[in-house]
């Protein structure tokens, strides 16, 4: 497994691998994805093999971005680390991905004490909450999205260092 920046040369299998996960995430163009690498504190893609196992977009507060989620957390907490999506391929789950990629953000953010970031609960995606809460996240709040379309429950796991 080896986790590293995104680049130009991942963008098309990134942006297969985000459309493949909606509605657990939401869909995303090329532009919105260079923005991602340009501006986000953590754009990184593990590839086992060459081939992309999986991605995370990570931010911190500050950042021109104007998600729904992402602002409720600017709103509630003065530092945070977000992840804005975090999405693995189906023939690499359960192989530790996502925990490394939750570790190696945190690793990289080493002065924040929480980490947040939220998981559909309409419609649900148990395998996501359950995940989150195997790794000590709890909920801190819900919020309806998409006009409606979408409810989340938001999340925080406090970092001990």
């Known amino acids: 497994m080896q986790i590293s920046p995104i680049t130009e040369d991942d963008l098309e ?40 196992a999986g991605f995370m977009i990570g ?6 971005y104007q ?13 945070f680390a977000y992840v804005d999506r975090v ?14 990629l939750y570790r190696d953000f945190s690793a990289s953010q080493a002065d924040v004490k929480i980490m947040t970031c939220e998981v559909n609960i309409r419609p649900a995606n148990e395998a996501s ?3 989150h809460r195997r790794m000590g996240f709890r909920q801190v709040g819900t919020q309806e ?15 001990e260092r």
Do not use: Q
Request: glycine share 4%; aromatic share 10%; proline share 2%.
């Open 67 to 79: 998600s729904l989620n992402y602002r409720w957390f600017c709103e509630h907490y003065d530092d």
């Open 13 to 52: 299998a990134i942006l297969s691998l985000n459309s493949a996960a909606v509605p657990h995430v939401n869909r995303i163009g090329v532009d919105e994805l260079s923005w991602f690498c340009d501006n986000a504190s953590f754009a990184k893609a593990v590839k086992i093999d060459a081939r992309l």
């Open 87 to 100: 999405v693995v391929a189906d023939w690499a789950r359960r192989r530790g991905i996502a925990e490394a």
């Open 59 to 64: 931010l911190r507060p500050g950042t021109a």
């Open 129 to 131: 909450m359950n995940f």
């Open 145 to 159: 999205v998409d006009n409606g379309e979408k409810e989340v429950a938001l999340l925080e796991m406090r970092i």
